[in-house]
């Protein structure tokens, strides 16, 4: 507490709970207004799951979560209550502290925010239970023979209630008890400071724990607890109720001699211990009653709290090297998208006897777009209740099948629930001791655009897993336009410290990574078991996946870059490209017809993470600014390339900026072509010739590059230019208000 906020240096604590920063102390951060909420849910669904499943026994688990009555405006925190009450989660018990305030002002100054709760919850299938008034209020409330103060108290808005926890007592005999004449008698034995004291319910021990044990004996449903309460309780005259308490980061002297004799603490803490206006620690004598019953309580609640352990109860044994082998061996020649090969492996490794039932492939209503409705009747898709009617595709293979015990959580249409399940499943084995892997498998454009914050609560909390990005790339998903085509998921991805980003062009790319990613993230050897997780776009464009080639390694291929193959030999000039994903195509047609029409030799090599490149070489960079009397390092990515003949052309399906972020560590003219700008509808050769990033396009900006640094005439690209008629004058497609030009037939 010495070093509150101020954590550099070892030592302090957090300014908020963060496992990330704190592994062996906060279990889970829930910062983020609504991300506590949402994720508590899918916690107490996933328990629920590992029972079904018979992988642990979550029976005598429960999940608490406490909000604030301000937090439910955030969408995450209502918008998932559903699914507790027809999950019938009765393992969740929710406690809402209404307070009636947010940090600016009233929640529902002209409302009630505890009534509007209360229907929504009841709506929702949950047992409400409501803890308003304190005890003192239960003579009132026997004397309301005709229901008067039961009036009052249903009529005041929380706007009036906020006020008369700032105001005096005879301010309450005034206008809440005065206006009726039965009310103001019904008080009249109390004096002002016995109204002023009149406690909320939220603040009555007894209540309180009558409310939480009844909370733990309610089954087939999940329980929330509204508690009425006074923000700033005890803090006395000028904290209690106002507006500005959120903000109010220091005590006064007199406020401190204030909240001693309300918490009664005057024999504990003397007047010489506060005239310096910083309050003391105190810590009751280890003799005294205090002191025993709270070690006793903590005795019998199994410790401390809040404490995170990795204990690894249910030992993981890793899957064999079969599965991925098949994908080192390519397609036969056969065209297939990296999203089948990725269902393929899914399904390979679900199957695979003694790893297979760790799998938690998780899907938001998209199973069929990616292929993975192939799962559904042997994998089965989770049901708390099981499947109680025939489906209407029962006959079909692909049938849409449920089970008690299915493994599959298809989520509906909710990416943030479904990144609520990754972050279960994929926290696991530090919450259960039970190593769990989820594959979250999404549309890429509604990954780290649409849930970013929980991704971000996914790092801070540990997770482990992977997160697949289907239907990936802004021009490989043809005829979705603006709002499905994705060329920036992978910008996002670089924000995230302990997320690995991987764009891989081909099947056994994929295997690698993913095989190298298990390992890292669930083995048992020096260096493995790390708190990280995977990002990996997948495409939709079929095409022949080749074999691995004989030169490369899996490691070459985890290490963000490797050379693919050597150009022609004996041209008169030489360039390198470098390629991602599903543009892997342009790069090889570009090599073919620069080697056959103008001349020039193209090395290609694959770059599957710029993100894990640009790390590596920003921690040489540093290493070599702290270290100038050491022999410097050089970066993966300049090694790589240091024979590399320019100028070196990379392309992708993502916005330049993805390759840009090696730039400065790349050893030739270095020329990046993507896709800024909004997607558009359309087919996948009109995009590409939009966006600049077909095969002419990579032609032309080698031969620029080959120009600029003097190793041919310009002639030579103007005269491409024309060949493959590229309008030169063409607007910008980044410009966010591009309209693309009409396309005028030949003869036309």
Not at 238 to 262: C, D, S, V, W, Y
Not at 633 to 638: D, E, G, L, M
Not at 696 to 710: C, I, T
Request: net charge negative; charged share 25%; glycine share 10%.
């Amino acid at each position: 507490l010495d070093r509150f906020r101020m954590e550099i240096g070892g030592g302090g604590l957090s300014s908020y709970p963060h496992p990330r920063l704190m592994p062996d102390f906060w279990e889970f951060p829930t910062v983020s207004m609504g991300l506590g909420p949402i994720n508590s849910i899918y916690h107490a669904r996933f328990n629920k799951y590992l029972y079904n499943r018979h992988i642990e026994d979550t029976s005598q688990s429960r999940v608490w979560c406490f909000v604030g009555d301000g937090e439910v405006d955030e969408p995450e925190t209502l918008g998932s209550i559903a699914i507790a009450g027809h999950q019938k989660l009765d393992n969740l018990i929710w406690v809402i502290n209404c307070n009636l305030q947010r940090l600016d002002g009233p929640v529902r100054g002209n409302g009630k925010i505890i009534q509007e709760l209360e229907g929504i919850f009841r709506g929702a299938g949950w047992n409400v239970i409501k803890v308003i008034w304190g005890s003192k209020w239960d003579e009132l409330l026997a004397k309301d023979v005709d229901g008067v103060l039961v009036n009052k108290m249903n009529s005041t808005v929380d706007g009036e209630f906020q006020r008369y926890a700032t105001e005096s007592g005879a301010y309450a005999r005034e206008h809440f008890f005065g206006p009726d004449p039965r009310l103001r008698k019904m008080v009249e034995h109390l004096s002002d400071e016995e109204l002023r004291t009149l406690p909320r319910g939220g603040h009555d021990y007894l209540k309180l724990y009558a409310a939480y044990k009844r909370a733990t004996e309610v089954t087939g449903q999940p329980t929330v607890i509204l508690a009425k309460t006074i923000k700033g309780w005890t803090l006395g005259e000028g904290f209690e109720g106002r507006n500005a308490t959120h903000q109010i980061k220091k005590m006064t002297p007199k406020q401190l001699f204030e909240l001693r004799e309300r918490l009664h603490l005057d024999d504990e803490i003397p007047d010489d211990m506060l005239t310096d206006g910083v309050p003391p620690y105190i810590r009751p004598p280890v003799d005294s009653p205090e002191f025993k019953y709270l070690m006793d309580r903590r005795r019998a609640l199994g410790g401390p709290l809040p404490k995170r352990v990795v204990r690894d109860r249910r030992p993981l044994q890793l899957p064999s090297d079969s599965p991925f082998q098949e994908l080192d061996k390519g397609s036969g020649g056969r065209a297939v998208s990296t999203t089948m090969a990725f269902t393929g492996l899914l399904r390979d490794l679900m199957r695979d006897e003694k790893f297979g039932s760790r799998v938690v492939p998780i899907v938001p209503d998209e199973a069929r777009t990616f292929g993975m409705d192939a799962l559904f009747r042997e994998f089965k898709i989770y049901a708390q209740e099981g499947q109680k009617y025939e489906p209407v595709d029962h006959e079909l293979l692909l049938s849409y099948s449920e089970s008690q015990d299915g493994q599959i959580l298809e989520e509906g249409i909710t990416e943030a629930g479904s990144l609520a399940s990754f972050i279960a499943a994929g926290t696991s084995y530090a919450n259960l001791g039970v190593p769990m892997i989820p594959f979250f498998t999404f549309y890429s454009m509604f990954g780290f655009q649409r849930v970013g914050d929980l991704i971000w609560g996914a790092a801070d909390s540990r997770a482990r897993g992977f997160l697949i990005g289907a239907t990936a790339g802004r021009t490989t998903l043809l005829g979705e336009g603006l709002q499905h085509q994705d060329g920036h998921s992978h910008v996002l991805a670089t924000t995230v410290p302990s997320c690995e980003a991987y764009d891989p062009a081909f099947a056994y790319e994929l295997g690698a990574i993913i095989e190298h990613g298990l390992r890292r993230m669930y083995g048992n050897r020096p260096g493995e078991g790390e708190d990280v997780f995977y990002y990996l776009t997948v495409y939709n464009e079929n095409y022949p996946m080749p074999p691995r080639p004989d030169h490369v390694e899996h490691a070459d291929i985890v290490s963000g870059i490797y050379q693919w193959n050597n150009g022609a030999e004996n041209l008169p000039n030489r360039a390198t490209v470098l390629f991602s994903g599903s543009a892997q195509g342009a790069a090889r047609a570009a090599q073919e017809e620069l080697a056959s029409r103008w001349g020039v030799s193209v090395d290609l090599y694959s770059v599957t993470s710029y993100k894990r490149l640009r790390t590596d070489a920003l921690e040489v960079e540093r290493w070599n600014r702290l270290h100038p009397t050491a022999e410097p390092r050089v970066p993966h990515v300049t090694r790589v390339l240091q024979d590399a003949p320019g100028p070196i052309v990379a392309v992708t399906d993502y916005m330049k900026l993805v390759p840009d972020q090696v730039a400065r560590w790349v050893p030739e003219p270095f020329i990046p072509l993507g896709t800024d700008g909004f997607g558009r509808s359309d087919t996948r050769e009109a995009l590409r010739r939009f966006f600049e990033v077909d095969a002419p396009h990579v032609v032309v900006a080698v031969l620029s590059g080959l120009a600029d640094m003097g190793k041919i005439d310009r002639s030579v690209v103007a005269e491409a230019i024309a060949h493959y008629g590229i309008d030169a004058d063409a607007p910008n497609p980044a410009d966010p208000d591009t309209i693309p030009r009409p396309v005028v037939a030949p003869g036309a």
